[in-house]
């Protein structure tokens, strides 16, 4: 608290401690105040509670104005203090700093921080994480990890040493997988001419030309894959961005541009797949359900990696696989031995 009054002295006490005007700083020693108020209070709101300045004044008989000197408030009062005495006498900055809102994938929580089921930590449990497996073993702890209320779909991701950015590394291919994919396949057809009943005859789930075309552009989405004889390339072109984003163009490296149209249709509907490496180099691909036999699956799936294999692209050098995986749909993935894989022959070969 602090007041004016007219005494013929002049102190500043600060925590039972005297300052004198002399020992302040020039552009702190003085405000002027008003006469019509001889008496006023200052209250300190940011101090300490135990901190409490007393101001005296003295009347200068030359003005009327009355001269408080005040020290430095950011220094000897603390008004902000920012300074704590540690036990050795030395002095700590205590610093407070805002951290930005992260946005966008920076917000998501990271890889450690993520929680999970109590299902896939069981689960998860039944394989050692870095360890590698021969495919048999492996084929049989996916079909033990896949244990949702659903089918789960088995899945192979192989790591390849490519850069798809360039031409010469690009790996677009498909594989006939013997014991089929599990899942049926719904086919359309754009042909003209002969053609379309030899489609529907090879049974084509839809067949169709102009008008197919007009009803995909007004939104039509009823099928997995859509055939194309090359006669109809020039008028499906205007689908491409419709059909690109969700990789149903008709392709001739994909198989799905033909004029040998009822083996085309035969080959997807018996479990014929397509893969592509994504701009990471990494190959995703179906090949069966969670309760094919253990036997099919071992067909299927050596049947990936040797088209994989065969279709290695010529930019590629060096070591050609970094690593592959097997998973089931929601279960966590199995590491395989490399060597061990390429070398693989079935019993029975």
């Not at 200068?60 to 020290?71: E, G, I, L, M, W």
């Not at 998501?108 to 497996?133: A, H, N, W």
């Not at 059909?243 to 799905?256: D, H, S, V």
């Amino acid at each position: 608290m602090a007041s004016c009054t007219t005494p013929p002295s002049l102190m500043l006490t600060h925590a039972a401690s005297s300052v004198h005007p002399q020992d302040l700083s020039p552009s702190l020693r003085s405000f002027s105040h008003r006469p019509l108020s001889r008496t006023f209070s200052v209250y300190p709101l940011v101090l300490k509670p135990s901190k409490w300045v007393q101001v005296s004044f003295r009347r200068d008989p030359k003005s009327r104005s009355c001269h408080a000197v005040v020290a430095a408030l950011a220094a000897e009062v603390e008004v902000a203090e920012t300074v704590d005495e540690t036990e050795d006498g030395s002095a700590a900055t205590n610093t407070v700093t805002t951290a930005k809102p992260k946005k966008g994938k920076a917000a998501l929580p990271l890889k450690r921080d993520r929680t999970r089921s109590k299902r896939f930590l069981e689960i998860q449990k039944l394989r050692e994480r870095k360890k590698e497996y021969d495919l048999k073993t492996a084929v049989s702890l996916v079909k033990e990890t896949a244990k949702t209320k659903f089918l789960e779909t088995v899945e192979a991701h192989f790591r390849l040493n490519i850069d798809p950015k360039y031409n010469d590394q690009q790996l677009r291919a498909t594989v006939n997988l013997p014991k089929g994919t599990g899942k049926p396949i719904k086919v359309a057809v754009l042909t003209q001419g002969e053609k379309f009943d030899e489609a529907k005859n090879a049974g084509a789930d839809l067949v169709g030309g102009e008008d197919l075309i007009e009803q995909i552009k007004g939104g039509f989405m009823e099928f997995d894959k859509l055939i194309a004889s090359p006669d109809m390339m020039p008028k499906v072109a205007s689908l491409g961005k419709i059909l690109g984003p969700r990789g149903l163009m008709p392709n001739p490296k994909a198989g799905t541009v033909t004029p040998n149209i009822p083996q085309a249709i035969a080959e997807f509907k018996q479990g014929k797949v397509e893969y592509r490496a994504d701009k990471t180099g990494i190959v995703h691909l179906p090949f069966g359900k969670a309760d094919f036999p253990e036997e099919d699956l071992l067909v299927n799936l050596l049947a990936a990696i040797k088209s994989v294999e065969a279709n290695k692209p010529s930019g590629a050098k060096g070591v050609y696989w970094k690593s592959a995986h097997i998973c089931s749909a929601m279960g966590p993935s199995i590491r395989l031995n490399i060597r061990e894989m390429l070398d693989y022959r079935l019993p029975s070969e």
